[in-house]
């Protein structure tokens, strides 16, 4: 009888470890593709014949030359959440069975409402941001443990901490936050970013586990906060599992010798681009420790999108970005983007497009003008304006002439007409690969100031850096933990903690009281958010603007709202006669200055102090 028992036990443990993974681990019901794929992982999987209990009806059952793999895709279509039944048989004899799980989705998931003009992101890096539970500073299941004191090393910034401190991101005007990736990262060392991730639907435990992510995603919408997902689309890390085992040969991009990509992104339009060019474009890996996904095979386009939806349903996320967007095959990453929209027609999606010519940034975004010129269209709603990024890291230094100082910025803005959705650029200083912006203008708050008071004020989306808003900076010529360094008052221990106005110094109190006023000011103007914008010639490096949405019709005169924005980049003292701007000014008479509420007048002329900015509330 024992021996019945052991045969019995050993027979069932080796039948249940037939399968080590399933992927998706869940998935929901009602969607609007009733298909899933789903991917089951074990020793062997392949030979198993398999079968599903009514009312699912398997469509496709594809098999690899990795015999550890089994793709079934199913059909959902008009099927309650519920559980349903796999059957695994060896020559028809029933081996095992597996649960999976079709949940119900939240109410009006599909129209999830996502950022826009009207939103302020703020960028975060969670290992550099707040430690908020030091018992999964290291991890057990990881390589790399918690040391603070190597500046490229794990500090022990976690979900929690982001947490914690979400009442202070809301104080200072944010509506978003976006965070660098949180999944798993195994890399032995310099993990911390969490680009080279070792396991996509699992959250990395030194920054907490998946229901923390999701925790996280709750609280912030209690505050009516929108909660950004950074994803990774173009490469993962070397030690993700499937990685070490891979389904199929051609699931990464591979050549004999190690190859790495030339970044030479104007090879997607470029006609007449040579095919080896291309090919180390597209195929080529980004660093040896990331090897580049290749999205033209299907199982690993449909892995990416399925993936992706599934964090905006677990998580009920507001958004992504998407890391090295056009490092991807364009067609491929075409097709990821329109099947995510296609099933959130309002989800927003920005790609990382490190383009520095606005025709070929252009090309990038949904429906663009240039893109049609090609027959191509990427779907991608947003793209990152990193034209207007570089000039807000130079022009402030810049005495200014036909060439330099604030006729960048106008020269950017005169090539808005090849955007088809201006409105819904991503506009952004700095960020974790950048210079710091106080770092640039030597943590002289003047240019700090100007540099905040032009994103909050032009089209599109602004997006702010972490610790910028108390005067952090950082050089990046240092490498890029000098950038990322961590928040003061995030650990246990700081002597200065910068998340308390009592905490604060002096001087970050400034830079924080004037980002808080600005972005909360912000908050409420539509004429900044969607508005028309009249801009004029800059003159001895002043510039002058206007956001208005007098002329809509759908604007109610109680409404109606005309913002005057002015720079003086010079190093003098300027007066401004405002007869130029007659055609903006029209009958009003003066203007409340956002930050210090006073009142000016506007009628003859304004004069301003060097390296300063007035945003005018015309009246």
Not at 142 to 154: A, C, V
Not at 234 to 245: P, T, Y
Not at 259 to 280: C, E, F, G, W
Not at 582 to 593: A, F, L
Request: hydrophobic share 35%; glycine share 6%.
């Amino acid at each position: 009888m024992k021996k019945i028992i052991l045969l019995f036990i050993f027979t069932t443990s080796t039948m249940f470890a037939q399968i080590e993974r399933i992927e998706p681990p869940f998935w929901y019901a009602g969607m609007n593709n009733p298909e899933v794929q789903i991917m089951f992982y074990g020793k062997n999987i392949a030979q198993f014949q398999v079968t599903v209990s009514n009312p699912i009806k398997i469509t496709d059952i594809k098999r690899t030359e990795n015999s550890n793999y089994l793709f079934v895709t199913i059909n959902t279509k008009n099927v309650k959440a519920s559980d349903c039944i796999f059957t695994f048989k060896d020559s028809n004899k029933k081996a095992f069975t597996q649960n999976y799980s079709l949940k119900k989705r939240r109410d009006n998931s599909a129209q999830r409402k996502s950022y826009d003009a009207s939103d302020m992101i703020y960028l975060l890096m969670p290992d550099r941001f707040s430690n908020g539970k030091k018992n999964n500073d290291s991890s057990d299941s990881t390589l790399e443990k918690f040391n603070r004191d190597l500046p490229g090393g794990r500090h022990g910034g976690d979900i929690q901490g982001i947490i914690n401190h979400l009442d202070y991101i809301k104080e200072l005007g944010a509506t978003t936050i976006w965070s660098t990736p949180l999944c798993e990262d195994n890399d032995e060392a310099y993990s911390y970013h969490t680009y080279g991730q070792s396991d996509v639907y699992k959250i990395d435990p030194r920054y907490g586990t998946n229901e923390d992510y999701l925790r996280l995603s709750s609280e912030m919408h209690k505050m009516k906060m929108k909660l950004v997902l950074d994803y990774v689309t173009n490469h993962w890390g070397k030690e993700h599992w499937m990685i070490k085992d891979l389904p199929t040969h051609d699931w990464i991009n591979q050549f004999e010798n190690y190859t790495q990509t030339n970044h030479k992104r104007t090879l997607v339009h470029d006609i007449n681009a040579s095919k080896i060019d291309t090919k180390i474009c597209f195929d080529g890996w980004f660093v040896p420790s990331m090897p580049d996904l290749n999205q033209r095979n299907p199982l690993v386009l449909n892995y990416l999108t399925q993936n992706a939806i599934w964090w905006i349903e677990y998580a009920n996320l507001d958004g992504f970005r998407v890391d090295t967007y056009n490092y991807a095959e364009p067609s491929a990453i075409a097709k990821w983007t329109k099947a995510i929209t296609d099933e959130y027609p309002n989800f927003n999606i920005v790609g990382e497009i490190s383009m520095r010519d606005q025709a070929q940034l252009s090309y990038w975004q949904k429906d663009s003008p240039i893109g049609k010129i090609q027959n191509f269209n990427s779907y991608l709603p947003s793209v990152m304006d990193f034209i207007l990024s570089d000039d807000l890291l130079t022009i402030f230094n810049e005495d200014g002439n036909w060439e330099t100082g604030m006729i960048r910025v106008y020269n950017n803005f005169a090539n808005d007409f090849l955007y088809p959705n201006v409105n819904n650029l991503l506009i952004f200083a700095e960020n974790h690969d950048t210079q710091r912006v106080n770092h640039v203008y030597n943590n002289d708050i003047r240019k700090y100031k100007m540099a905040m008071a032009l994103l909050a004020t032009v089209r599109g989306i602004p997006q702010t850096y972490y610790g910028s808003e108390i005067g952090m900076a950082g050089n990046k010529d240092k490498g890029d933990a000098d950038v990322r360094q961590d928040f003061p008052g995030g650990w246990e221990g700081d002597t200065n903690n910068a998340f308390t106005k009592e905490g604060r110094t002096q001087g970050q109190n400034e830079y924080f009281d004037f980002t808080s006023k600005l972005f909360n000011w912000r908050k409420t103007k539509s004429a900044v958010h969607f508005g028309k914008m009249t801009h004029y010639i800059p003159e001895n490096n002043t510039y002058v603007y206007f956001r208005y949405n007098a002329t809509d019709p759908s604007v109610s005169e109680l409404a109606e709202q005309s913002v005057m924005v002015l720079f003086n980049n010079s190093n003098e003292t300027k007066t401004l006669k405002t007869n130029r701007f007659k055609e903006n000014i029209g009958n009003y008479k003066t203007g409340k200055d956002v930050i210090t509420d006073k009142i000016i007048d506007v009628t003859k002329e304004i004069t301003m102090d060097a390296k300063s900015v007035l945003i005018l509330e015309l009246k």
